[in-house]
């Protein structure tokens, strides 16, 4: 007669206990290893130290700015960035950026958005724009606004532009950060309207926030 071998209660507990000691061993070796993954990319991160990149508005041509009547406005817009990567070992991918002008606070052109694009160590870019607006709501002031500033000769506009971008060190990538940029540019605004667009020409520093 064959003798049925057949484990003990006792043994399949300390199996089962063999096999918990075995997945937790796994456990803590796969988190010791992603620890030091991660902390070895921030300290690259602290190392090189990423620097924001920087803008500047080079020019701006009003071709349009009239209103409908009391509360809508038409307008048309060419603005020209000049943006630079001031990084010597960090590149910067651009994605979804987007650009808008606005007026006293309010906003008188529709979201433009740029194309995508990747910048190198200290390389530069020039952005262009076109920005419209087709019967956008304004508020009853405007009008007043600009008879002020055109017996005042100047017309203050503003640009605004958020968008996301990522470091580049090596082949490694960042995650999305979000970037905010600000520009402010006067241009002459005589009591004599002109019959070309109101331009600005004189290059202005642009504020970025990441």
Same mark, same amino acid.
């Given at each position: 007669?064959?003798?049925?071998?057949?484990?003990?209660?006792?043994? /399949?507990?300390?199996?089962?206990? &063999?096999?918990?000691?075995?997945?937790?061993?796994?456990?803590?070796? #796969?988190?010791?290893?992603?620890?030091? #993954?991660? &902390?070895?990319?921030?300290?690259?991160?602290?190392?090189?130290?990423?620097?924001?990149?920087?803008?500047?508005?080079?020019?701006?041509?009003?071709?349009?700015?009239?209103?409908?009547?009391?509360?809508?406005?038409?307008?048309?817009?060419?603005?020209?960035?000049?943006?630079?990567?001031?990084?010597?070992?960090?590149?910067?991918?651009?994605?979804?950026?987007?650009?808008?002008?606005?007026?006293?606070?309010?906003?008188?052109?529709?979201?433009?958005?740029?194309?995508? #694009?990747?910048?190198?160590?200290?390389?530069?870019?020039?952005?262009?724009?076109?920005?419209?607006?087709?019967?956008?709501?304004?508020?009853?002031? #405007?009008?007043?606004?600009?008879?002020?500033?055109?017996?005042?000769?100047?017309?203050?506009?503003?640009?605004?532009?958020?968008?996301?971008?990522?470091?580049?060190?090596?082949?490694?990538? &960042?995650?999305?950060?979000?970037?905010?940029? &600000? /520009?402010?540019?006067?241009?002459?605004?005589?009591?004599?309207?002109?019959?070309?667009?109101?331009?600005?020409?004189?290059?202005?520093? /642009?504020?970025?926030?990441?």
């Amino acid at each position: 007669m064959s003798q049925i071998l057949t484990s003990s209660p006792k043994h /399949c507990a300390r199996r089962g206990l &063999s096999i918990d000691k075995h997945y937790k061993k796994l456990f803590y070796t #796969f988190s010791t290893f992603l620890l030091s #993954f991660l &902390s070895f990319i921030f300290l690259i991160y602290l190392i090189l130290h990423p620097t924001k990149p920087e803008f500047s508005l080079k020019e701006a041509d009003i071709y349009q700015l009239n209103l409908l009547d009391t509360h809508l406005l038409n307008s048309s817009i060419q603005i020209t960035l000049l943006s630079k990567n001031p990084n010597t070992k960090v590149g910067i991918y651009y994605d979804q950026l987007q650009v808008y002008a606005s007026y006293k606070g309010q906003q008188i052109t529709v979201d433009t958005s740029l194309p995508p #694009f990747y910048q190198g160590h200290q390389d530069s870019n020039l952005l262009t724009a076109s920005l419209v607006g087709t019967g956008l709501p304004v508020a009853p002031s #405007f009008r007043y606004e600009v008879g002020r500033d055109q017996t005042a000769g100047k017309l203050v506009l503003s640009l605004r532009m958020n968008g996301r971008i990522r470091w580049k060190v090596g082949t490694w990538v &960042s995650g999305r950060y979000r970037i905010n940029i &600000s /520009c402010v540019t006067a241009m002459d605004f005589g009591p004599t309207i002109p019959s070309g667009p109101l331009s600005s020409k004189q290059a202005s520093r /642009c504020s970025t926030s990441v």
